[in-house]
């Protein structure tokens, strides 16, 4: 028996728009770009790295840069996962797949796809009775997710970073104090520039790490936007069309 599901368009047109993640991406960091380019217009990068002996806002860069490509991996493939969802709910729609052998042959390839045919093994292996898809939408949401929890770990990385620089920083500018001979002037002139080069490495380290965790924290809650919306759209598909198909045909 062909299961013919007419699917509402919502339902079919609410998996992440084909290329919409990147596309969102594209448009954030191009801004993030556009404003390093002002920035390295005016020299104000120049005088960051200059300023930091220690180096740690340029591994910060380094790493934020790491992070970000991650970020549009990771971003393309939920768009392309959420394109392979759309397909595979208008094959449900048109009434290509039949569900009566307890299998889900034809759908394309992709996590929303395999998830569907795991459904329908446990529906043939289990038999007629309800069907319960609790720990397979938690493998599914498990296998969305990937590595998107770099993002997390990355972003609280890149904080700690520009805290450790505020505290070599801070030890930089207090160490010639206790040497600090008030009457001898030659050595109070270079403890005062020691104490502004330890200032500096404090500051523009706790800026770069300021600024790059919140740039990354953006990025991967995008990121994870589009990753709910894939995951929501085979909730819906599954518990409104594919389940009751699988027990429809099991009780049959």
């Known amino acids: 028996m062909s299961v013919v599901a007419v699917l509402p368009d919502r339902l079919s047109g609410s ?40 180096y740690i806002s340029s591994i910060i860069a380094v790493l934020y840069i790491a992070a970000s490509l991650h970020c549009l991996w990771r971003t393309i493939a939920i768009s392309r996962e959420g394109d392979a969802g759309r397909r595979t709910a208008d094959k449900i729609e048109s009434g290509e797949i039949n569900f009566a052998s307890g299998a889900a042959d034809g759908l394309p390839p992709g996590l929303v796809a395999d998830h569907i045919r795991d459904l329908a093994l446990k529906a043939r292996k289990q038999g007629a009775g309800r069907l319960d898809q609790t720990l397979l939408l938690r493998s599914l949401a498990d296998r969305l997710r990937g590595s998107n929890g770099l993002g997390s770990f990355a972003s609280d990385t890149l904080m700690k970073l520009g805290l450790l620089g505020t505290i070599i920083g801070f030890i930089i500018m207090l160490a010639p104090i206790a040497g600090l001979d008030a009457a001898d002037r030659t050595l109070l002139k270079s403890s005062m520039g020691l104490m502004g080069d330890g200032m500096a490495v404090a500051m523009y380290t706790t800026l770069a790490g300021l600024v790059g965790s919140i740039l990354l924290k953006v990025q991967y809650y995008m990121l994870d936007a589009a990753t709910n919306g894939v995951f929501s759209h085979a909730v819906r598909l599954t518990e409104t069309h594919v389940v009751p198909a699988l027990e429809r045909d099991n009780a049959g």
């Open 15 to 54: 998996a992440a728009a084909d290329g919409a993640p990147v596309l969102r991406w594209m448009i954030f960091t191009g801004a993030c770009l556009f404003a390093a380019v002002l920035l390295w217009r005016y020299n104000l990068i120049h005088l960051m790295v200059a300023s930091d002996r220690t």
